[in-house]
């Protein structure tokens, strides 16, 4: 498995003269995620969740023998690869000594291929999804706290066929997430007995989809999947087709989850449904309570799983002793996985103690953090419903 992978002996020697201050009184985190572009209402809090995670470590004064972690914060554009690799080079020249991001699939694959493995350089995504990042070689530096689409696309074939749906029209957003999200869903759908009776890319930014409406209606299907942005053109698709009376229901994949989707479109979105990265229980509940005193929600999307991506950081970081990516890559599974004792969202300071005596951690967090072998989140998902102009969650899977 590439996870087995170390950093080559150049990116080590490179890692090594950059971080050589292991144990610098200040370590620094990248925040590498869209601020602007078709996600940027879900990063607020995707942000604000990593630096609960940091404000939290620092003041327990547990950490590498009591540093301060400092977040940095960057942009991608999510679909501007040009911006993200510019930020990211940025954010390692200010001495970053991890990275959390990107976010949307396509700047996340360039900001690895480009800037981090070039610098040795471990990035953790809270929310890049492309099940080509699965099999995309990163010399052992490339995680993320979210599953893959492919996993995904199970889940939605499982909501589809047990809410009695035989038949989808489908549409994408034309880049990395949007295709790898449309061939898993199409894939298990049409493998648990379902149609698909088209699927088409759509561009975002558009003024206009009135065409793409048509033909997905001429198509038809017993509801309209849209696997594209929520504050871009899957927006503008869902907007146009009701607009024209094509569709009246919408399958809502992980980019389409959100509080501005229903927002931006009314009452008609009642009773349109779809999944997103999440899970149940002790994790999250001490995440919507830590969340909810900082002053912001940590169970919108993708924030459990970015304070979970800098807890992983910190706590390689820790078992390692050391900031030296060469040197803690290693440890990111050992602590995010069995065996160790169970570590949930406000026991960092716990983990951070542990780790230091030479114990073992089985770190949980906000998302139910279990990595596999690409290095990924083995998956658990939210199934949502819009009611009464509010996303519910009625089912976890």
Do not use: W
Not at 99 to 105: A, P, R, V, Y
């Amino acid at each position: 498995m590439k996870k087995l992978l170390m950093a080559t002996t150049a990116a080590a020697l490179m890692a090594g003269t950059a971080f050589a201050g292991s144990h610098s009184n200040e370590v620094k985190l990248g925040i590498l995620i869209g601020f602007t572009g078709p996600i940027e209402s879900l990063t607020g809090p995707m942000a604000a969740g990593a630096e609960m995670a940091m404000a939290e470590v620092t003041a327990s004064g547990a950490f590498m023998g009591g540093a301060k972690v400092t977040p940095l914060r960057a942009d991608t554009g999510c679909i501007d690869n040009g911006l993200a690799t510019a930020n990211a080079e940025r954010l390692i020249a200010e001495g970053i000594a991890g990275l959390i991001g990107g976010d949307c699939s396509g700047v996340t694959g360039a900001i690895l291929q480009n800037v981090a493995i070039p610098n040795g350089m471990v990035m953790i995504s809270p929310s890049a999804t492309s099940p080509g990042l699965s099999t995309m070689e990163d010399n052992g530096l490339f995680f993320r706290t979210s599953p893959s689409d492919a996993r995904e696309g199970q889940v939605m074939a499982d909501v589809l066929m047990d809410r009695g749906i035989k038949s989808i029209a489908l549409t994408y957003t034309n880049n990395d997430y949007g295709k790898g999200l449309a061939e898993a869903i199409v894939a298990s759908f049409e493998a648990a007995g379902g149609e698909v009776t088209i699927n088409v890319a759509h561009e975002d930014g558009k003024a206009d989809y009135s065409a793409e409406v048509g033909a997905l209606a001429s198509a038809g299907g017993d509801i309209l999947v849209v696997a594209g942005y929520l504050d871009q053109g899957g927006l503008g698709i869902i907007q146009a087709s009701l607009d024209s009376g094509a569709f009246d229901t919408f399958g809502l994949p992980g980019g389409m989850i959100g509080d501005s989707l229903p927002e931006n479109v009314g009452p008609d979105l009642n009773g349109s449904f779809g999944q997103i990265a999440g899970s149940g229980g002790k994790g999250i509940d001490a995440i919507a309570m830590m969340s909810k005193e900082a002053g912001f929600d940590g169970t919108s999307p993708y924030a459990p799983e970015s304070y979970d991506a800098a807890a992983l950081f910190m706590f390689a970081m820790q078992a390692a002793n050391s900031t030296d990516p060469a040197v803690y890559a290693s440890k990111i599974f050992e602590v995010a996985n069995a065996p160790g004792e169970e570590i949930y969202p406000g026991e960092l300071a716990k983990g951070l103690e542990i780790l230091a005596a030479g114990g073992d951690i089985d770190y949980v967090g906000g998302s139910s953090v279990e990595l596999i072998g690409p290095g990924e989140s083995a998956g658990n998902y939210r199934e949502i419903e819009v009611t009464d102009g509010k996303n519910k969650t009625v089912a976890f899977r």
